[in-house]
T-cell receptor, first 119, second 117 residues
């Protein structure tokens, strides 16, 4: 069965520090997507990135970067020079082709990592 | 800006009340979802609608009743809820194909914070 593990329940760093959020996934499928979402205190999940299982290139978007490694089934997220506005709960999620049968299906979410950036 | 709206944002109801949550997506998507987020638990999928047809009911109690009149609107009707149903209810939408493949990016609304007394 598919599974997403975010072992870090809470991380607290001082502003301007770099911080990495870990995500480890389990799947028997060869075709899948991985996602990261941000949930600020307001509650809305904000989409950050989608990564296709066939694309292992790392991605950088401003201060955000993602490291996808199929060999270790990990999809880690790094924030460089963190800011107070980065404080939120971050979720890693997985969707698979085989078990969805094509079409719509729920995403499998990790439990989330609460990131606190202190000024 | 995700283009998915939910009303109301906050709801307090008694165990004998009947209420409805509304979700509307302005993204032209063909699939919509209800998730439940309780404290200290992962997001739980409740219902999936694909092309307005319900394709999944994740063993949700019958006191929760979904309705999808068209591809842009999704409702969750609530009746005789229990205090443990208090949670954040999130609606999402995505654009899916019939050809198969993993479920694509889901865009979420701000959620309805429900408290059952």
């Amino acid at each position: 069965a598919q599974k997403v593990t975010q072992a870090q329940t809470e991380i607290s760093v001082v502003e301007k520090e770099d911080v990495t959020l870990d995500c480890v996934y389990e799947t028997r499928d060869t075709t899948y997507y991985l996602f990261w979402y941000k949930q600020p205190p307001s509650g809305e999940l904000v989409f950050l990135i989608r990564r296709n299982s066939f694309d292992e290139q790392n991605e950088i978007s401003g201060r955000y970067s993602w490291n996808f490694q199929k060999s270790t089934s990990s999809f880690n997220f790094t924030i460089t020079a963190s800011q107070v506005v980065d404080s939120a709960v971050y979720f890693c999620a997985l969707s698979e082709a085989e078990y969805s049968g094509g079409g719509a299906d729920g995403l499998t979410f990790g439990k989330g990592t609460h990131l606190i950036i202190q000024p | 800006e995700t283009g998915v709206t939910q009303t109301p944002r906050h709801l307090v109801m008694g165990m004998t009340n009947k209420k409805s949550l509304k979700c509307e997506q302005h993204l032209g998507h063909n699939a919509m979802y209800w998730y439940k987020q309780s404290a200290k638990k992962p997001l739980e999928l409740m219902f999936v609608y694909n092309f307005k047809e319900q394709t999944e009911n994740n063993s949700v109690p019958s006191r929760f009743s979904p309705e999808c009149p068209n591809s842009s609107h999704l409702f969750l009707h609530l009746h005789t809820l229990q205090p443990e149903d208090s949670a954040l209810y999130l609606c999402a939408s995505s654009q899916e194909t019939l050809a198969g493949g993993p479920t694509d990016t889901q865009y979420f609304g701000p959620g309805t914070r429900l408290t059952v007394l």
